[in-house]
Structure formats: structure tokens, C-alpha cells
């Protein structure tokens, strides 16, 4: 058996049963676990319950920040070992900071900012994940831990190997007390993205830190709002108290700190072809429509063949991992488009609708054109229909059977300064839209 919805309700008991927590706090915990269960659920569906897959599943765990389960997952799945560190400050005073993180929720109305954006004040990150390294709040309950698993193994379930990956990866968090009421803050707001809760095990803390918890949680790429069928999404909206959207659903980019420059002094326009990431495992489990949206490549040698003969368009690979790549159009050394697009003078081009480059096109008034391969696409939700129409009207989204009049159109926009500018007026109007 590789399905561990059997450990479910024994983790929602456990959580539920902790005196020490909110009810709030209880939802947030429950919520947690059960996600990181349907992330391995997923992988041992995928790979087998092997000693092999275990072991390979470990490894990553040990080179992931913070030991996360889900990271692990998402790493093995996108085929890299991300480098990232979660910043652990050890030698910080943890009293100093105690005290600086009070004068912080202060100043700040009790409200946590998680996220680095030029529009919200403190950057609190580092800080805070310092104080929750260095937490002398809780206490953990060995006993606690070795009857939940003593009840767990007495399950029928054959792979002892596996209930021990879980007992060694499952955050100690979930075993721990309180050591005394006083110390605890009343109430705190969190800005954050949902998936920080879920991913990074010492972040856990806040929700024993505080006697009162709102996560204020945000759309942090692609996909959001767009499919039928999004767990990710799902999961995300279910530990928030309040969910933020980009657009259409609201304004602006909120959470992310992107800042595209002009440092790239050449004067031409050129057309940048992003290029879109690979459909894995995990996509097709969390958002399979987006998953069969991204196995449609049949346009992809179509835009290569027509548009290839531009000397102007470059194509630049998915920051991660991409399944195809052009055989006629350059390919940028680059990857992503952060450093490297130039507000005033690029035109993108997308091949798909899952791309968080789209929301900094939008953002910041790059002119951009979307081309797909045919409509109708499946298990899209009836108000991103709406949308797409609504780019469509404004020559914005195309399709592969009008490729001929589509190189025509980023022609002009390629030598037609005024063509460029209307193009950006469509944007600025589309923003403004709300579904």
C-alpha cells in the first residue's frame, strides 16, 4: 500500500487533541500534515514503496532547506536540488530579538510581513525565522511521539521503512507543548505565501507562537483562478484566513519583488519567446488540466518555423526545467526574465498560459502577445474563459491558425513606435478589468 490517507485521521486526532493550540491554530496544523501526506502519496504512488525510492527520497530531504518533505518532492519532481537556504541566524541574542520583534509588531500594527515586495515596509524574513530557530516556547513530547507511532505501525501496512522515513520527517512540531501561556503573543496578522507554511517545518512555529493567527495568504504564480482543478491552489485558500489574487481578480502583483531594469543598452526591439516549463508528476496530480495544457506542443514547431526568420526573436528557456526547445529560433544563454527584459523596447511572447512572466508583462506594461495551439481548452474555470476572450478582443491571445497575420502583427510592433505604444495602452486597460 503506497496511498497514506490511512494516516490521516490519526494526524487530524492528534492535532485536534492538542490542548496548547487555537482552534484556529488546530485547523492550520490539520491542514498542514494532510498536505504533506498527499504530497508523499503522490511520490510513492509514482516511484513504488522501494528501499530505492525511500533512500532517494531521504537524500533529497537532507538537501533541502529546513529538511522539508514537500520541497523534497517538489525538487525530485523538477529535477534539481535547489540551493536555496532558509536563514538560520544561530548567534542571534534571542532575547534582543524577542524584544526587536515586539517593537516590529508594534510599529507594524501586529501585522507580519513574510514577503520581500517594494510596496510593504520591512523586509522581516531573516528575523523572524532567526527567533523561531531559537524558540524556547515549545517543548517537545518524545512520549507523545512514540505512542502516535506505536499506533501507526499497528496498522496493516507492510513497509516498516516507510513509517520510519515518517516518523524521522514528520516535524516535531506536532508533538510539542506550550511551556508556559504567558510568554505568547495575543494575536498576530501574517502576510505571507500560503506554500512558506507548508514547505518550511520552523515556520510551523507561528502557529504555536500566537494565541491568535490570520494568515493573509497570496497567489505567488501561475494557475491561480485559471483551472477547475487546482489542489495547490486548493490547499493554499484553506489555510488562509484571506486569499489575495493578481489579476484580473485584483490589482496588482502583490508579494513580489521583481524590479525589471533598463541595464541592457541596446537599442533594437526584440521579441522574447519564454519558454515554458516542463509538465512533470506533480503538475499532473496537483492541476492535470495544466498539465495537459503544457503536453501541447504541436504549435510550438509552428511558431519555431514562421517566426525563426526574425532576427529579432530570442528564445529563453523556463528558469527550471523545459521539455522543448526551438530548433530554428536562438536560444538565449539566460534563463527567466527578470535581468534580462527591458521595459520600453521587448515584446513577449508566450506559447501558454501558465507562465508568472505574464503577471510581470502585466505589472509593468511590457507588450506581450499569448498564442495557443487551439480553443477550446479543457477544465478552465467559466471567468478565465471570460479573460482569455476578453485578451482576445484586445490582440493579445492568438491562435496557431492565425500565425501568418500574428508575424505581421509582431512585425509592427517590432518597427511601429506608435504600434508599440497602443499595445501598452492595451495592457494598461486590461488591468483595470476585475472578474
Keep these: 500500500m503506497s496511498d497514506l490517507d490511512f494516516l490521516k485521521p490519526f494526524l487530524r486526532d492528534h492535532?485536534?487533541?492538542?490542548?496548547?493550540?487555537?482552534?484556529?491554530?488546530?485547523?492550520?496544523?490539520?491542514?498542514?500534515?494532510?498536505?504533506?501526506?498527499?504530497?508523499?502519496?503522490i511520490y510513492f504512488n509514482d516511484v513504488g514503496v522501494t528501499s530505492r525510492s525511500i533512500k532517494v527520497l531521504k537524500e533529497t530531504i537532507k538537501e533541502s532547506p529546513?529538511?522539508?518533505?514537500?520541497?523534497?518532492?517538489?525538487?525530485?519532481?523538477?529535477?534539481?536540488?535547489?540551493?536555496?537556504?532558509i536563514n538560520k541566524k544561530k548567534k542571534l541574542n534571542f532575547f534582543f530579538?524577542?524584544?526587536?520583534?515586539?517593537?516590529?509588531?508594534?510599529?507594524?500594527?501586529?501585522?507580519?510581513?513574510?514577503?520581500?515586495?517594494?510596496?510593504?515596509?520591512f523586509l522581516l524574513s531573516s528575523l523572524f525565522m532567526a527567533i523561531l530557530n531559537r524558540s524556547q516556547f515549545l517543548e517537545i513530547n518524545e512520549k507523545d511521539k512514540k505512542e502516535f507511532f506505536k499506533k501507526v505501525k499497528k496498522q496493516e501496512f507492510s513497509n516498516k521503512e516507510m513509517i520510519q522515513?515518517?516518523?524521522?520527517?514528520?516535524?516535531?512540531?506536532?508533538f510539542s507543548e506550550r511551556k508556559s501561556k504567558e510568554e505568547f503573543f495575543e494575536k498576530v496578522e501574517v502576510h505571507c505565501y500560503p506554500d512558506s507554511m507548508f514547505h518550511a517545518r520552523e515556520i510551523?512555529?507561528?502557529?504555536?507562537?500566537?494565541?491568535?493567527?490570520?494568515?493573509?495568504?497570496?497567489?505567488?504564480?501561475?494557475?491561480?483562478?485559471?483551472?477547475?482543478?487546482?489542489?495547490?491552489?486548493?490547499?493554499?485558500?484553506?489555510i488562509s484566513n484571506r486569499f489575495i489574487y493578481w489579476y484580473p481578480f485584483s490589482e496588482g502583483f502583490y508579494g513580489r519583488g521583481e524590479i525589471l531594469n533598463n541595464e541592457n543598452k541596446l537599442d533594437n526591439k526584440r521579441i522574447l519567446w519564454i519558454g515554458r516549463r516542463k509538465p512533470n508528476n506533480l503538475i499532473k496530480n496537483m492541476i492535470p488540466s495544466a498539465y495537459t495544457h503544457l503536453k501541447e506542443i504541436e504549435h510550438l514547431e509552428k511558431i519555431d518555423d514562421i517566426f525563426s526568420k526574425e532576427k529579432n526573436l530570442l528564445y529563453l528557456p523556463h528558469p527550471n526545467t523545459s521539455s522543448w526547445v526551438p530548433k530554428k529560433t536562438?536560444?538565449?544563454?539566460?534563463?527567466?526574465?527578470?535581468?534580462?527584459?527591458?521595459?520600453?523596447k521587448d515584446i513577449l511572447l508566450f506559447d501558454n498560459i501558465c507562465e508568472t512572466s505574464l503577471y510581470l508583462a502585466l505589472e509593468y506594461n511590457v507588450p506581450f502577445f499569448i498564442i495557443l495551439n487551439a480553443p477550446p481548452i479543457d477544465g478552465m474555470t467559466v471567468s478565465y474563459q471570460k479573460y482569455l476572450e476578453i485578451l482576445r478582443d484586445n490582440q493579445l491571445l492568438f491562435y496557431a491558425s492565425e500565425l501568418e497575420r500574428v508575424k505581421l502583427f509582431a512585425t509592427s510592433?517590432?518597427?511601429?513606435?506608435?504600434?508599440?505604444?497602443?499595445?501598452?495602452?492595451?495592457?494598461?486597460?486590461?488591468?483595470?478589468?476585475?472578474?
Design 97 to 121: 530579538a524577542l524584544l526587536l520583534l515586539r517593537v516590529i509588531l508594534f510599529l507594524n500594527d501586529n501585522k507580519i510581513y513574510l514577503i520581500k515586495t517594494k510596496k510593504i515596509p
Design 165 to 174: 522515513l515518517l516518523e524521522d520527517c514528520i516535524p516535531r512540531q506536532i
Design 15 to 41: 492535532v485536534l487533541e492538542k490542548g496548547s493550540l487555537s482552534n484556529e491554530g488546530k485547523r492550520h496544523l490539520t491542514l498542514v500534515y494532510s498536505y504533506w501526506l498527499k504530497l508523499l502519496s
Design 66 to 85: 529546513d529538511n522539508s518533505v514537500p520541497y523534497a518532492i517538489h525538487a525530485f519532481y523538477n529535477q534539481s536540488r535547489r540551493s536555496a537556504e
Design 413 to 435: 510592433l517590432l518597427e511601429s513606435e506608435k504600434f508599440y505604444e497602443e499595445q501598452q495602452q492595451r495592457i494598461v486597460k486590461i488591468k483595470k478589468l476585475r472578474l
Design 330 to 344: 536562438s536560444i538565449s544563454a539566460e534563463k527567466g526574465i527578470v535581468r534580462f527584459v527591458r521595459p520600453g
Design 204 to 238: 510551523l512555529n507561528f502557529i504555536f507562537y500566537f494565541k491568535e493567527l490570520k494568515i493573509i495568504g497570496y497567489q505567488h504564480g501561475a494557475n491561480y483562478g485559471v483551472w477547475n482543478e487546482n489542489h495547490f491552489e486548493n490547499w493554499e485558500k484553506r
